[in-house]
DNA sequence: GATACTATCTATAAAGA
DNA sequence: TTCTTTATAGATAGTAT
């Protein structure tokens, strides 16, 4: 009820002609308006475009309504057949936000590529953090050695007898 | 028109009385069915619950109906106040889909939190693992011997040995 | 693509089961 | 919570701008 052209005068009273097909039945569907349509692609283009634009504002508005009439939290995104987007999303939130909501509450996983590329990289370094973890603590109790190179060796020689050096001195105490 | 119940017989015919509150005109809003109603939220946890739920299940339904007619992708998640979630994503599609698409096409991020945490994890995880490596590192150069106790060292000197006799072998080929 | 104008068809507020 | 019924307020198909 917003008086959005405040009505100055009849300036205009006969736009559409009266609608002069009346047996048209179809078969029915579900469907609003001057006809009854079927919920299946429209085929036409441009019927489909006007409609498309028409009832996407009317999601968007549902959308609106019931997050500020039943305090829901509400996402919406749509695209046109030619790719546009649309979206809502409720009041003091975020669609981030519902989004990992959603994955809490759902167990579904919604990120990205580059998200599952991170948590892969992180298992992969978890890893090779065991190993290394596994590795040092192999080379603390002395296995393994065989395995290690000649030069690592040699250098391992020489610590090891500065080690036993001060070990020595130690015990002399 | 899906006769789904197959009238019988006139087993029902008064089930309301035929509205006897005519002049209740309260603030005009938006709002349908017997009364209006402001779009703002509805205090009355009981009316609120209800209202929810016929509009999450038409919400639900339009954007099945744009999907199908329109040839749309459309995803949308609805949580109720009590946090029951509520989902549709359009056929031959997945919310991951939609929502990789909405990234591309709104430049909007919805991931940035998980994204920074993920890649703060990553930080520290290889923040450590180069501890590690160098602790390691020093180990095999045999720095930091004067640290470690006695028994460990005698372990060590052992293998070392067996290390060196398998060292000479080869050397000897 | 979006809007305007209607005639129609839907969605739904209320209330009770 | 869900369903039914009824009366209405909304949404929207068809058309033309």
New interface residues.
């Given amino acids: 009820?917003q008086s959005h052209h405040a009505g100055t005068g009849p300036q205009s009273a006969r736009r559409n002609q009266p609608f002069l097909t009346p047996p048209e039945e179809e078969e029915?569907g579900?469907g609003m308006g001057r006809g009854k349509?079927e919920?299946?692609?429209?085929e036409n283009q441009s019927n489909?475009?006007v409609?498309?634009s028409k009832?996407?504002n009317?999601?968007l508005k549902?959308?609106?309504?019931?997050s500020?009439?039943?305090?829901?939290?509400?996402?919406?995104?749509?695209?046109?057949?030619a790719?546009k987007?649309y979206?809502f999303c409720s009041p003091r939130t975020s669609?981030?936000r519902?989004?990992?909501?959603?994955q809490t509450?759902?167990g579904?996983?919604?990120?990205?590529?580059?998200?599952k590329s991170?948590?892969a990289?992180?298992d992969r370094?978890?890893k090779?953090?065991d190993n290394?973890?596994i590795?040092?603590s192999r080379?603390?109790?002395?296995?393994d050695?065989?395995s290690?190179q000649?030069k690592?060796?040699i250098?391992?020689?020489?610590?090891?007898d500065?080690?036993?050096t001060?070990?020595h001195e130690?015990?002399a105490l």
Same sequence: chains 1, 2.
């Fill in positions: 009820p029915g579900g349509i919920i299946k692609r429209i489909r475009q409609t498309f009832r996407k009317g999601i549902k959308a609106k309504e019931i500020v009439l039943c305090d829901a939290e509400v996402g919406v995104v749509v695209f046109s057949s790719g987007l979206d669609l981030s519902i989004l990992e909501k959603y509450n759902s579904k996983i919604l990120w990205d590529e580059k998200h991170l948590s990289e992180i370094i978890k090779e953090n290394m973890q590795e040092l080379h603390l109790k002395g296995e050695m065989n290690l000649p690592e060796l250098m391992i020689e020489e610590a090891l500065n080690g036993l001060s070990l130690k015990q």
